[in-house]
């Protein structure tokens, strides 16, 4: 076993893993104790991440990748960390967080709808900016504010730092003719919000998550962003948003 402490949304983590790959991994955000919870890795946890992986490739109709057990082994980690780090008021949240004047926005979306392209639009336009979480951020209910937080999940692209900010808002972008923005209510949203958490198959995990999302109303805004991928999408958004 390879035991390393994380720190999470301020979150302090013990980890038992099986490969020090895993601890590479997190490098960035390694601390000196894990006082909060700790999380041991089986193989049986390795193991479910392959089922998962191959029954989302054979929904998609793709040929089975054999992913190597080190990199299930992440997976499983953050997994693992999700069912507990909720009872800390902390979420999962599938999106990319980019913070421009020192101000943090989400951009969430289905898989290859254009948010990392979005995401990048955003560093091409504004000099200030940068991405905090390009993939898989955690949501983090602090003092009646929400923050964005780094994580080592960062995506292919490997955006990402290990940062906490306050976010401003959500955005949800949609492929559309024109770029066009507007605000919407936690109602509106509240159903693409519960899709882009990191759910499991538990009645229990499932609302608690609702209880999080719904602390969201009133915290922050929400937005809608008809998007057709012209890079001064992201002037249009920021300032719909701003």
Known sequence: MIEFNISLA???IKVFANYETTKKFCRDYLCDNGDDFCVHISQDDIEQERIKSYAQYDAEGRPRINFQNEYLETLALYRLIGKKIIDYKTII?????????????????????????????????FKDAYVLNGDKP?????????????????????????????????????RGTDNLINEISFDD?????????????????????VNILGELDGKI??????????????????????
């Open 138 to 174: 955690l949501l983090r209910i602090m003092n009646n504010k929400v923050y964005a937080c780094g994580t080592p999940w960062r995506g292919k692209e490997k955006y990402g730092i290990n940062e906490i900010k306050e976010l401003k808002a959500i955005c949800i972008l949609e």
């Open 189 to 209: 949203a509240f159903s693409t919000l519960v899709n882009q958490t990191h759910r499991h198959n538990n009645t229990h995990y499932l609302f608690k998550i």
């Open 93 to 125: 949240f599938h999106g990319s967080v980019v913070v421009v004047n020192g101000e943090a926005f989400i951009f969430t979306a289905k898989s290859g709808t254009g948010k990392t392209t979005h995401t990048r639009f955003y560093l091409d336009n």
């Open 10 to 12: 301020n979150v302090n």
């Open 221 to 242: 805004k929400f937005y809608r962003l008809k998007c057709n991928l012209d890079p001064k999408s992201a002037i249009i958004s920021y300032n719909g948003m701003k």
